[in-house]
């Protein structure tokens, strides 16, 4: 039976020592990849709760229903 979680007490123990000797390191690891399994886990959690995206905002600005009507004033000569 040891013989089948000595690498997995082997892998746990060598963390242990990463996460003491060198902190930054270790959890800029850990942190980096929680990032990638946030992206796939988090949106459905989002929509069961009941989030709706905001609607987007307009790129163009509308122009109203009517004839333009020609500048006066600070035009160039």
Partial sequence: MSSTTAPFRRTYRYLQR???????????????AIGPVMAVVVPPIRERLGYKPAEMVP????????????THGYEDP
């Avoid at 902190?23 to 690891?29: D, G, H, K």
């Avoid at 790129?59 to 020609?70: D, E, G, M, S």
């Fill in 18 to 32: 990463q996460a003491h000797e060198s902190p930054v390191i270790f959890y800029s690891c850990v942190i980096g």
């Fill in 59 to 70: 790129a163009t600005y509308p122009l109203p229903n009517r004839p333009r009507r020609p």
